[in-house]
């Protein structure tokens, strides 16, 4: 049975190349970035809290950090990496410390509510034929004055989101469909996530229309990953943070060429050929600065000639140039202020199909981003043609750390 998570599917929205090691071919790779391995620590403290909760034991904040940096030091080992080198294990550890503080002094005695699970699994079929299934994990469950069922969830990321963001965010939606319907008299079901490194909690409600909504789009994204034949690597700057950097042909070579010994690396195919490119350009780009600045003062020339001599072509040995001089009318081009009047004027004239044009490009773009309805998409794709177009494209390393 297809089954999906919603971390999955975040894999594939972020870079369909990394879903594609990750859950098609299915390679494990042996590294913890420290965000996710505190994130893991302060997990685990925080069920701590609430399991021992349910045997009527409550933990002091001292037995919980005691707990915490037991469990960090238990987990720890050398393949954790720390992608943001001004910072050490430690900051990231006294953070997780902060959050764990933070949360128990904000919500101690814990008695909000009545914890029904940790910890707990969702399994259930995204649609009624039941061809496809979401799982999940779910932090933690509470049930309020008998009829109120609250979905806690714990992040440990340094973004805090919007209540707009929150909104639309997937995951405790998917927790939603996953119990509805598991306990009698619940009234209400209510997300909550707690943003702990900025001490703050953030809830929302969804309506059954909304969760509709939900699965129609998870169900198009389904179809868009079962119909990908390309997974297309997608670089942004999370990429930093990705496990598959030494398998991925964007990162690969950045990995192996920087794993080399100061000696070795200048010596390297690759590092070399770019460094001759980049040499070569930029004494093109010089020769090219020069050479227009020469080319500007002959036409100056020119024109001072053929203006004093009152010609209109000035013969060479081999050549012959023309020379005119005519006035045009310019229109402001897009992103002018004057653009946007002058595009409405047009319009309520009733001549805008007459100037206006498909942008080409502008629709590959839209079509590569899946912005059309898939059905729309294919018809339009219809009148492309395929085309191989070979660049290669220079830009700056940013420092690292
Ligand atoms: S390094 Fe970036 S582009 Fe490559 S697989 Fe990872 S996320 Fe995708």
Request: proline content about 4%; overall charge negative; aromatic content about 10%.
């Amino acid at each position: 049975m297809p089954t999906y998570s919603h971390s999955q599917l975040s894999t594939y929205e972020t870079c369909p190349y990394q879903y594609k090691l990750a859950y098609i071919q299915k390679i494990k790779i042996d590294i913890e970035g420290i965000e996710a391995f505190m994130g893991s620590r302060v997990h685990d403290a925080l069920e701590k809290l609430y399991r021992d909760l349910k045997l009527i034991k409550l933990n002091t904040l001292e037995e919980l950090l005691a707990f915490y940096h037991q469990s960090w030091e238990k987990h720890w080992n050398g393949t954790i990496q720390i992608v943001r080198k001004e910072y050490s294990p430690e900051d990231y550890r006294r953070l997780g410390e902060k959050c764990i503080t933070d949360y128990y002094n904000r919500y101690s005695p814990f008695d909000q509510g009545r914890t029904l699970g940790l910890e707990e699994t969702i399994y259930f079929p995204l649609e009624e034929e039941k061809g496809y299934w979401i799982r999940g994990v779910i932090d933690r469950l509470a049930l309020l004055n008998h009829s109120i069922l609250e979905i806690h969830d714990y992040k440990t990321s340094s973004r805090l989101p919007t209540q707009r963001d929150v909104q639309s965010d997937r995951q405790l939606a998917f927790y939603q469909m996953g119990v509805e319907g598991k306990w009698k008299d619940i009234q209400e079901i209510k997300l909550v996530w707690h943003y702990l490194v900025f001490d703050a909690e953030i809830q929302s409600l969804r309506t059954p229309d909304e969760l509709r909504q939900l699965r129609q789009e998870t169900m198009d994204l389904i179809r868009k990953i079962e119909s990908d034949r390309d997974f297309t690597p997608r670089e942004s700057p999370l990429c930093d943070w990705c496990d598959y950097q030494s398998l991925c042909p964007k990162r690969r070579h950045r990995i192996v060429a920087e794993s080399l010994p100061p000696n070795e690396y200048l010596q390297e195919e690759g590092v070399t050929l770019i460094n001759r490119y980049v040499e070569l350009k930029e004494k093109k780009g010089i020769l090219i600065g020069e050479m227009d600045a020469e080319i500007a003062r002959v036409e100056e020339a020119l024109f001072a000639y053929a203006q004093r001599e009152e010609l209109e072509a000035i013969y060479g040995s081999g050549h012959v140039a023309k020379i005119k001089v005519e006035v045009k009318e310019k229109y402001p081009l897009k992103g002018d202020p004057q653009r946007r009047a002058l595009d409405e004027f047009i319009k309520n004239a009733g001549k805008w199909m007459e100037v206006s044009d498909l942008n080409p490009w502008m629709l590959a773009r839209i079509l590569e981003r899946g912005g059309w309805p898939p059905s729309l998409a294919q018809k339009v794709r219809e009148f492309s043609t395929v085309e191989k177009n070979r660049t290669i494209t220079l830009s700056k390393l940013k420092e690292r750390d």
